[in-house]
């Protein structure tokens, strides 16, 4: 079975637009920006081995104001900037209750069946809580970038940039591994 990093869109892979309280997700091509700390930490954890899977929520489809066109050239744009393995989006509002919604854990057991993944030697980044609560539900590592969104639930590790998070993640993959070299 392998790993994967699963990861956040809004907040980590792209850059999110903010108020006072909450992260504001582009809608649209014009307003998606890549946030380029993420790609040297993405490459390296790729040539560790890694899948790499962006997660998102993006009520906006359910709700209306959100074009599918949009969202599937933004996510190509993902596509071609970073070396991502897949994409999973959750298009449901809160009030509908889906399993795949973060916090509920239903995008990350998705992508185990589709890629047979090991999720307890899997990770989940972010700068939310409710990834970190999806990935405790599951046995998975959080990690969790430092902002205003991280909450006080459950989570394994707060790094204060995403240079941080590829070493962290290596760091701790490898530990389990070096323990029973030792043995």
Not at 50 to 70: K, M, V
């Amino acid at each position: 079975m392998r790993s994967a990093i699963f990861l956040e869109r809004d907040g980590i892979l792209n850059l999110a637009k903010t108020n006072l309280k909450h992260q504001i997700s582009p809608l649209n091509l014009e307003d998606f920006r890549i946030n380029q700390e993420v790609v040297e930490p993405l490459i390296q954890l790729k040539e560790f081995g890694f899948l790499l899977i962006a997660t998102t929520n993006q009520p906006g489809l359910s709700r209306g104001y959100q074009s599918r066109r949009e969202l599937d050239l933004m996510h190509a744009v993902l596509r071609r900037s970073l070396p991502l393995d897949d994409i999973l989006v959750c298009p449901h509002d809160e009030i509908d209750r889906c399993p795949c919604r973060k916090p509920q854990p239903g995008l990350f057991q998705e992508a185990a069946f589709k890629w047979q993944l090991d999720l307890e030697r899997s990770y989940v980044v972010s700068d939310k809580w409710q990834d970190a609560h999806a990935a405790h539900l599951l046995g998975c590592t959080s990690l969790l970038l430092k902002s205003p969104w991280n909450g006080s639930s459950h989570h394994d590790f707060i790094v204060t940039k995403l240079g941080d998070v590829a070493e962290r993640i290596i760091q701790t993959h490898a530990a389990p591994v070096l323990a029973m070299h030792q043995i």
